[in-house]
């Protein structure tokens, strides 16, 4: 079956940094995305992983190993703002978007 | 670019009415549009996918008689949701995708209560 797990919860400080782990096991792979989604509002996106190693863009950067199924989100100089869902999804083998259920990031002063 | 719009961003209907969801790709052609639907606290639920000019796919679990949707345009898709109840209150989400594309633009959202 498809599968993908990340953590429910996480609580961090301002300033800090924090990693978010996502897990997956799918049908076909085209593609690992992280979104954010704060609270009431719709997902938007932050970062396309297609092939092996790390991209970074700005505070935010994003690791895929495709041999092990996993993939990291990691957040630098975290802000308050940055407190939001944060959303792993795995493209499959029809394009579909599989979602996890998603990471609650606490950011606290 | 890459921006699509939903409207209305609220409603709020009463019991067995129907309400239209209107969801729109701004700056490019969305040959595939998503319907998403999510409760408080919850991921998010695809509800169906649908392609320009062909009937939708709905996933196992949601009545496609009851949430109807239509894709005539390369820009626009409708979620029409039928006699509506409370149980139907939710964020209703779209997101489009061009041809050859593999990332989601997601719209705004809309928030549906039910009375």
């Known amino acids: 079956g498809q599968n993908i797990d990340q953590p429910t919860e996480m609580t961090a400080t301002e300033g800090a940094i924090v990693q978010i782990n996502c897990t997956y096991q799918?049908?076909?792979?085209?593609?690992l995305f992280w979104y954010q989604q704060h609270a009431g509002e719709a997902p938007t996106f932050l970062s396309y992983?297609?092939l092996d190693g790390l991209e970074e863009k700005g505070r935010f950067s994003s690791f895929l190993s495709r041999s092990k199924g996993y993939s990291y989100l990691l957040l630098k100089e975290l802000q308050m703002k940055d407190s939001a869902s944060y959303l792993c999804?795995?493209?499959?083998?029809?394009?579909?978007?599989?979602w996890g259920a998603g990471t609650k990031l606490i950011i606290k002063p | 670019g890459a921006v699509v719009s939903q409207h209305p961003s609220r409603v709020i209907c009463k019991s067995g009415t129907s309400v239209k969801i209107e969801c729109r790709s701004l700056?490019?052609?969305?040959?595939?549009m998503f319907w998403y639907r999510q409760f408080p606290k919850q991921s998010l639920m695809l509800m169906a996918t649908?392609?320009?000019?062909?009937?939708?796919?709905?996933e196992q679990g949601v009545e496609k008689d009851k949430f109807l949707i239509n894709h005539a345009s390369l820009t626009l898709s409708t979620l029409t949701v039928t006699s509506a109840h409370p149980e139907d209150s939710s964020f209703y989400i779209c997101?489009?995708?061009?041809?050859?594309?593999?990332?989601?633009?997601f719209g705004p959202g809309t928030r549906l209560t039910v009375t």
């Open positions: 997101s489009a995708r061009g041809d050859q594309d593999y990332e989601q633009y």
């Open positions: 700056d490019f052609q969305a040959t595939t």
């Open positions: 649908s392609n320009e000019g062909s009937k939708a796919t709905y």
């Open positions: 799918t049908s076909g792979f085209n593609g």
């Open positions: 992983n297609v």
């Open positions: 999804a795995v493209g499959d083998s029809n394009y579909q978007l599989i």
